[in-house]
């Protein structure tokens, strides 16, 4: 029996397995792409490593003609901003009468009272506190720190406020400062990394 119309059978029928010329087409076509797409990341670091080495020849050029970046213009506003923002804030609470969280003419007690705070409430230099009592203190915040505010009188009864809180870089720059806002003098000082923040007011100045 000849086997011929069954070979032809099973040689038309992988034939027919085989793909179109247009599907052939389209996987050169994806081939190609792929292909490019791999090629593509070392033409970026091939374009990033020229820009790198303009860069660097640059640079050298301006250091051997002893260039040097201009000074930042931005330190003294950005020190003067914070000065305004903190005598804006302590004035601001020197002027409210919320009450006292503690009543005591003792700064060694008040310290040990006031537990919330992290640092203890300190003994201010007497020389720049003045005829000044202590009347208590109460908690308060100054500029995001938590602080104690005391007051304190003079012998006609008239208030000031003083502030502490621990000392950071940023309140730092502040000591030794001393300016004048709606008629209240703001005093700032360090002393043992504590900061203090005074207000007076009238007769005070």
């Keep these: 029996m000849s086997t011929e119309p069954l070979d032809r059978a099973i040689r038309d029928h992988y034939e027919s397995q085989q793909p179109s010329p247009a599907m052939l087409e389209r996987l050169r076509s994806a081939t190609a792409t792929a292909e490019r ?37 931005t330190v003294v506003a950005d020190s003067e901003e914070l000065t305004q923002r903190v005598v804006a804030e302590v004035v601001k ?13 003792s700064y060694d007690q008040l310290a040990t009272a006031m537990t919330g705070l992290n640092f203890q409430v300190a003994t201010p230099n007497t ?47 502040l000591d030794g400062q001393e300016v004048e806002q709606d008629g209240v003098l703001v005093s700032f000082w360090v002393e043992d990394e504590v900061f203090f923040a005074r207000a007076l007011t009238g007769a005070h100045l």
């Design 37 to 73: 797409g791999r090629r593509r990341p070392w033409r970026l670091l091939a374009a990033a490593a020229m820009v790198l080495a303009t860069l660097s020849v640059v640079w050298w050029q301006l250091d051997r003609s002893g260039f040097s970046p201009p000074a930042p213009t």
């Design 93 to 105: 609470n020197h002027f409210k009468d919320v009450g006292l969280d503690f009543t005591t003419g």
């Design 127 to 173: 020389e720049r506190m003045g005829a000044l009592d202590l009347q208590g203190g109460r908690y308060c915040s100054l500029q995001g720190h938590i602080a104690a505010q005391l007051w304190l009188e003079d012998s006609a009864g008239r208030r000031a406020t003083l502030y502490q809180t621990l000392v950071d870089p940023m309140l730092d720059e």
